[in-house]
């Protein structure tokens, strides 16, 4: 099944269900809307038909319906987020139907049970819907939303919490009237609380959404200077950067590349992120996304860069991150894992810029408007060379993009072609500012390249006007125009470098179709544009076919129309239409050689040519004067033709603007019928309420005689309070006095508890120290007792050895008699003895208090004995030797 035939069945399923909302209706229309989903048209709302419009206009009459089912609005929901994929078709739906009044009405009746998954699905459209769009305030059921969405982030519920806060962070993005109103409600500081806290959260989506909340509501007040001041914005940059690089989604990194960039804005925030200590290493990382990337990624990084080159010290360190190459960017210590895993970050620039029409545009138109800003840096700057080097490779590909596409390619390629031709010329004019640039750049860019793209410029910007009067259109003629312009000024600025190219500059210059880019540049708001079209006009004064008198009559038209717009508006909004505007065709009739007019003049010269030719021998003397006469007429015919055609090209100009009008007519009527509808529901309410506070006013008629009485009871009442209140001073005057000796005696008591508590302290740590000194003198007492007991064993032993010493020294007395010759002997031993008894002493007084000797006591104490047996030895060895010389003696004297 084709397109047409579903969205013909869906429109038929549409209306049978408005006319019978039965449930074989409803199933019958949700089966068509989800035919129409799985097709998966996503342009069909920018096709301009008016079969699309019809069905999504039932549909959305359909969900906005309180009765309707959840299934079936479930259904038209899963739709819209299909055709709201991207941003062309969610303008669509934003500036031809009341799509943010219907779905804020969905959630508003659904609020009492915020959990259903209608009302998540609701408000996850929503959410993309609202991202980077302007809501107005004045919707219908816009209060009820935000009230709603107050209420349930303050909850518990980390399911509905996490879409309300993406909701909440995209309508309060550059939105005053909505900052406002948060801010007026009651419980804002409670509100502000629970945002605070989810700083803390787990989630980085839910923390991302909250700071940028945060950034919207407080960032000039006494709270967010508290939230982003000095100490606590670093750790923000670091978290923005950290979802940049790592991503945890690709939302959650388009919500943290806004917050950044919003926060740029503010002059000492883009201080702070300046003197960040850690911006070389993250913008590093943050720059070598460009390299293997997805397009929605490579989007928001281009967004960022662009963003931090409109503070100028951070523009100079993003020039030098992408121009400058690796090897002279980082130190040899200071290798990131990012440098080894991509290429040069120009490159990466480079193939963005140059990518092909049919590809990601906003991806191109980044990359471009970014180049811009690093040249404009790098010319006469240190980055010169780097620069200069890297235009020798981007100059080809800049002249690629200023190829006209194939027209049969469609119109859409030639509009995004027109966008894209702009950013390239403003890059080029860039270029042209240093003179050996602008040489490089003259070798590539010719002067049939500039004609051809200025020829379809301005069929273009003819074409948008004679053709189309849509306010979209009416922006790609004003683009087209500018553009036009900026070509011309390129060619001014080559003119005396490439052949021929100042020859076709002043040709275009004196082409009539120049008037409509010239006008709307010279009544432009923008001063920029004015500069370059009063830069244009002072080349093109002196050209004698410059069309100067249609440029002052057009630029005449054009004040005149701006001076009645605010009347048109008003006279717009008397007009009402029940179906789609369908666009008008007025063609414009030009001043070439081929118009009716033209034709008809030279007709008629050719006449009064031949009449003269046929009549010359007749010699009339009058036909000079008749000739006179057609040649005045003539030429009053061709000024006034002249002015017709400017007057045409002002109507036609008119008409555009007046298109554009009744397109915002019909999205301010959807908005007024809701505004109607809900003061209708108000009024009945105020009717309702008027009845009963017209029964309370009769019962207060009562009570006011009642009062009558009861004030006059009040009056004495009164004077006995009088008396009170004087005592009452003088019991307050006294309550004072004891106030301030008990505030004095409290403090006291204060601090007399905090040196009880110290002391308490101190006295546990002292009964603690006391009970490990006591466990370590038990341990010492009975190690003690136990060296007692091996000493008194040691004594025991020397004792025995004591006695057996006596003995021996009993038997060397005996023997002294007998062995004189021993006696040196005997005295040695006698001091080898008293030695041995005075080492016997040291080592029982050192065997108290040395327990780790004691082995070696006992080992000395061995040597002795041994020492000991072998005197003993020697002792028994003399005393065998002195008895046997006694015996010798003894037989000698008895012979003798």
């Not at 074989?24 to 035919?35: G, Y």
């Not at 899963?78 to 994929?85: E, I, K, M, N, V």
């Amino acid at each position: 099944m084709d397109v047409t035939t579903s969205l013909k069945s869906l429109l038929l399923a549409a209306r049978q269900y408005k006319n019978n909302k039965s449930s074989l209706n409803s199933s019958q229309l949700q089966k068509q809307i989800e035919d129409v989903s799985s097709l998966r048209c996503s342009s069909l709302l920018t096709s301009g038909q008016v079969l699309p419009s019809e069905c999504l206009s039932g549909l959305l009459e359909v969900a906005g319906d309180p009765n309707t089912s959840h299934a079936l609005t479930g259904a038209i929901l899963s739709l819209l987020a299909q055709l709201a994929s991207d941003d062309e078709s969610k303008e669509t739906l934003h500036s031809s139907y009341n799509i943010v009044g219907t779905l804020a009405a969905i959630v508003h009746w659904n609020r009492a049970s915020p959990e259903e998954p209608v009302v998540l699905q609701c408000l996850q459209v929503l959410q993309r819907l609202t991202y980077n769009v302007r809501i107005l305030h004045c919707a219908s059921h816009v209060d009820e939303l935000l009230s709603f969405l107050m209420l349930n982030i303050q909850s518990n519920n980390d399911d509905i919490t996490k879409p309300c806060l993406g909701l909440m962070a995209n309508l309060c993005r550059h939105n005053l009237s909505v900052q406002a109103q948060i801010k007026s409600q009651g419980n804002v500081k409670a509100f502000y609380r629970a945002l605070i806290n989810f700083l803390g959260h787990n989630c980085l989506t839910v923390v991302v959404f909250a700071l940028s909340i945060l950034s919207s509501l407080t960032l000039n007040e006494e709270v967010g200077q508290k939230l982003f001041n000095a100490k606590n914005i670093h750790q923000t940059f670091q978290l923005i950067f950290n979802i940049t690089v790592n991503g945890d989604g690709t939302l959650t990194r388009n919500y943290a590349v806004d917050l950044l960039v919003d926060l740029l804005k503010n002059p000492k925030i883009a201080d702070y992120l300046t003197n960040y200590k850690h911006l070389p290493v993250c913008l590093n990382e943050v720059v070598s996304l460009l390299h293997g990337k997805d397009p929605d990624t490579a989007v928001k990084v281009l967004e960022l860069l662009v963003s931090l080159c409109s503070v100028p010290a951070l523009r100079r360190l993003v020039c030098e991150m992408v121009l400058r190459p690796v090897a002279l960017r980082l130190n040899p210590g200071v290798r990131s894992s990012a440098q080894t895993r991509g290429s040069e970050p120009c490159l990466d620039l480079l193939q963005w810029a140059t990518g092909p029409l049919q590809g990601p545009e906003q991806c191109t138109l980044q990359a471009l408007s970014l180049l811009t800003e690093l040249f404009e840096e790098a010319i006469d700057s240190s980055l010169s060379d780097s620069a200069q080097s890297f235009v020798e490779l981007l100059l080809p590909a800049l002249q690629g993009l200023l190829q006209a596409p194939d027209p049969s390619e469609g119109e859409q390629l030639l509009k995004r072609h027109c966008i894209r031709a702009g950013r390239v010329v403003d890059l080029l004019l860039v270029l042209c500012g240093e003179d050996f640039l602008k040489t490089l750049v003259s070798q590539y860019i010719s002067s049939e390249l500039c004609m051809l793209q200025v020829e379809l410029l301005l069929s273009n910007t003819q074409d948008y006007i004679s053709s189309n009067g849509s306010g979209s259109d009416s922006q790609l003629s004003q683009m087209c125009s500018e553009t036009v312009l900026k070509t011309l000024e390129l060619m001014s600025q080559l003119k005396q470098h490439v052949a021929d190219m100042e020859t076709c500059f002043y040709r275009i210059l004196q082409d009539q179709r120049m008037v409509m880019p010239l006008s709307l540049a010279l009544t432009s708001n923008l001063r920029e544009r004015v500069q370059a079209a009063l830069r244009i006009l002072f080349e093109a004064a002196p050209l004698p076919d410059f069309p100067a008198v249609i440029l002052g009559e057009s630029i005449a038209a054009s004040n005149a129309y701006r001076q009645k717009e605010p009347e048109l508006v008003v006279r717009g909004s008397t007009i009402q239409e029940d179906g789609v505007t369908y666009g008008k065709s007025f063609p414009l009739s030009t001043t070439g050689p081929c118009s009716p007019s033209r034709q008809n003049i030279d007709s008629l010269i050719e006449k009064l040519q031949t009449s003269m030719q046929l009549q010359e021998p007749m010699k009339d003397v009058h036909m000079s004067e008749i000739i006179d006469i057609y040649e005045q007429k003539i030429s009053a015919l061709a000024s006034k033709e002249g002015r017709l055609q400017d007057l045409l090209e002002a109507k036609a100009l008119a008409l555009s603007q007046a298109d554009r009008l009744i397109a915002q007519y019909r999205c301010q009527r959807a908005q007024a019928e809701a505004e109607a509808r809900k003061l209708a529901s108000l009024l009945k309410e105020t009717e309702r309420r008027k009845e009963e506070l017209q029964a309370e006013l009769s019962e207060q008629v009562l009570e006011v005689e009642k009062l009558k009485t009861d004030s006059q009871q009040l009056l004495q009442h009164n004077s006995k309070l009088q008396a009170v209140s004087d005592e009452h001073q003088n019991l307050k005057g006294t309550y004072n006095q004891l106030l301030s000796r008990y505030n004095k005696n409290e403090g006291m008591l204060k601090e007399l508890q905090a040196a009880h508590i110290s002391l308490t302290q101190q006295a546990e740590g002292l009964r603690k120290s006391n009970e490990g000194l006591k466990m370590r003198q038990e341990r010492l007492s009975a190690e003690l007792i136990q060296k007692e007991q091996q000493v008194t064993a040691l004594e025991e032993t020397v004792q025995g050895k004591r006695s057996i010493i006596a003995g021996l020294q009993a038997e060397v007395k005996k023997q002294e008699e007998q062995a004189s010759e021993m006696e040196e002997s005997t005295n040695l031993l006698k001091k080898e003895l008293t030695k041995t008894e005075q080492a016997r002493k040291d080592a029982s007084i050192k065997a108290s208090s040395l327990e780790l000797q004691k082995t070696q006591l006992e080992t000395k104490l061995q040597k002795k004995e041994e020492e000991l047996s072998k005197h003993m030895q020697m002792i028994a060895m003399i005393h065998s030797l002195s008895s046997g010389k006694l015996k010798n003696d003894t037989s000698a004297n008895l012979s003798l």
